[in-house]
């Protein structure tokens, strides 16, 4: 599976967008971006997962750029409850085998 | 979503002693399940891979031996860590993926073991 590049953390304002990057400069074609977050002494939930085109669902909208190298989750209102380690991660879609988590990125949503 | 529900959330328990950990599929069938352990400030690591009705399959370096996988029906696979140390300490989270929805995993809530 190709890795993923997150940044540590970052802060949002309550209300506000958060826009959480993700870079992939090594996926393969066949490599789908997948998005989960895991909210303190919690298991991971799924937010959103994309090929090529962008995504967009009931908690989030995923950009993915044209090359495929990066991509971008959108939180569009971002609530206290948003506040949580979000990872990104590249693996094959089908029938998932293992996911390999990086240290994703804290999101602190601030009032 | 599909519910995955694991139990016990929290245990705590003396060196030496086994524990069993549950994961169960609440309305859909497992036919493959993950076990996950996660230390403190650290990432989701694989622990194992549970297939239904045959042996599970060990991530390099975790013990088959000490951490005993039971995954007899689709809904519910067990995780049990015998004669549990301190070092066992951690928390354990299982996932699986539903048969309309295999390109999802869906977690547990976890299990926060501390051995004492």
């Known amino acids: 599976d190709a890795k993923t590049t997150q940044p540590t953390s970052m802060d949002c304002a309550e209300g506000r967008a958060a826009n959480l990057p993700c870079n992939h400069s090594?996926?393969?074609?066949?490599?789908?971006v997948y998005w989960y977050r895991q909210i303190h002494s919690q298991g991971p939930q799924y937010i959103i997962h994309?090929?090529?085109n962008n995504e967009t669902n009931e908690m989030a909208s995923l950009i993915i750029t044209e090359d495929r190298k990066s991509s971008t989750l959108i939180l569009p209102h971002a609530t206290l409850r948003d506040t949580a380690v979000y990872y990104c991660?590249?693996?094959?879609?089908?029938?998932?085998?293992?996911?390999?988590f990086g240290k994703g990125t804290k999101l602190s949503v601030k009032p | 979503g599909a519910v995955v529900s694991q139990h016990p959330s929290r245990v705590i328990c003396k060196s030496g002693t086994s524990v069993k950990i549950e994961c169960r599929s609440l309305?859909?069938?497992?036919?493959?399940m993950f076990w996950y352990r996660q230390f403190p400030k650290q990432s989701l690591m694989l622990m194992a891979t549970?297939?239904?009705?045959?042996?599970?399959?060990?991530e390099q370096g975790v013990e088959k031996d000490k951490f005993l996988i039971n995954h007899a029906s689709l809904t519910l696979s067990t995780l049990t860590v015998t004669s549990a140390h301190p070092e066992d300490s951690s928390f354990y989270i299982c996932?699986?993926?539903?048969?309309?929805?295999?390109?999802?995993?869906?977690f547990g809530a976890g299990t926060r073991l501390s051995v004492l």
């Open positions: 309305d859909f069938q497992a036919t493959t």
């Open positions: 996932s699986t993926t539903a048969e309309i929805a295999k390109n999802i995993q869906y």
């Open positions: 991660i590249v693996t094959y879609g089908g029938s998932q085998g293992n996911l390999i």
């Open positions: 994309g090929l090529k």
């Open positions: 090594t996926i393969s074609g066949n490599e789908y």
């Open positions: 549970s297939n239904e009705g045959s042996k599970a399959t060990y």
